[in-house]
């Protein structure tokens, strides 16, 4: 079984920065693809970020310029670096791992606000 754990999430106000960190129980080239989804109260699960094998990168409109996904394979870890932070990014964020199966990490909470 894999296991995804977040860590980094917060309070942060309005325009600061977050660093959200998922690390895999096994070496995630295993995985096709790792990247983080959000979903806010009453809403969706919605896609973030991903990061492939290959270090191709793909963000939702709505966090591109200010969000940035890397990954680091020694360390098993992904990372979300999230800046210029706005109250609409508050949400529960969780890793996201698609091999030959799906695997969800249990969610960091990120909340933006004065």
């Known amino acids: 079984q894999v296991q995804l754990v977040e860590s980094g999430g917060g309070l942060v106000q309005p325009g600061g920065s977050l660093r959200l960190s998922c690390a895999a129980s096994r070496n995630i080239f295993s995985f096709y693809a790792m990247g983080w989804y959000r979903q806010a109260p009453g809403k969706q699960r919605d896609l973030v970020a991903l990061?492939?094998?290959?270090?191709?990168?793909n963000y939702a409109d709505s966090v591109k310029g200010r969000f940035s996904i890397s990954r680091d394979n020694a360390k098993n870890t992904v990372y979300l670096q999230m800046n210029s932070l706005k109250p609409e990014d508050t949400a529960v964020y969780y890793c996201?791992?698609?091999?030959?199966?799906?695997?969800w990490g249990q969610g960091t909470q990120v909340t933006v606000s004065s």
């Open positions: 996201y791992a698609r091999g030959g199966t799906i695997y």
């Open positions: 990061i492939t094998t290959g270090s191709s990168t």
